[in-house]
Nanobody, 116 residues
Framework: QVQLVESGGTLVQPGGSLRLSCAAS????????MGWYRQAPGKQREVVAT???????NYVDSVKGRFTISRDNAKNRVYLEMNSLKPEDTAVYYC??????????WGQGTQVTVSA
C-alpha cells in the first residue's frame, strides 16, 4: 500500500539545476520525517538532506548552499531543489519516509547524471 515515487532525474550540465519530486501514497506524510539519499556506483548510500515532521532540516556538508529540501504535506510531496550541480553529484537519488523504527519506506530511485 505504501509507495514513494521519485521523479525529475535526468542528464544535466555541470552548473545546472534540477528539481526532484517524491510522491508519497499510503501514508499520512505529515507524521513522517522525509529525506533524500543518494548512491553513486561503487559507493555507499549517503544521506543528502532530511526534513523532520516539524520541518527541521539537515544537509550533508557537500550540498549545503546548493540544495534545498522542502515538503508539502497537503500534497504528500517532498522536493529536492539542486543548483550548481557538480559531476560528483551524479548518483541514484532515493526518497525516504520514516516514523520511528517500525515505519521506514523507500522509493525506487531516480538517476541524476551531471556531465558535460
Amino acid at each position: 500500500q505504501v509507495q514513494l515515487v521519485e521523479s525529475g532525474g535526468t542528464l544535466v550540465q555541470p552548473g545546472g539545476s534540477l528539481r526532484l519530486s517524491c510522491a508519497a501514497s499510503g501514508i499520512t506524510m505529515s507524521a513522517y520525517a522525509m529525506g533524500w539519499y543518494r548512491q553513486a556506483p561503487g559507493k555507499q548510500r549517503e544521506v543528502v538532506a532530511t526534513i523532520s515532521a516539524g520541518r527541521n532540516i539537515n544537509y550533508v556538508d557537500s550540498v549545503k548552499g546548493r540544495f534545498t529540501i522542502s515538503r508539502d504535506n497537503a500534497k504528500n510531496r517532498v522536493y529536492l531543489e539542486m543548483n550548481s550541480l557538480k559531476p560528483e553529484d551524479t548518483a541514484v537519488y532515493y526518497c525516504n519516509a520514516k516514523a520511528g523504527p517500525w515505519f521506514d519506506y523507500w522509493g525506487q530511485g531516480t538517476q541524476v547524471t551531471v556531465s558535460a
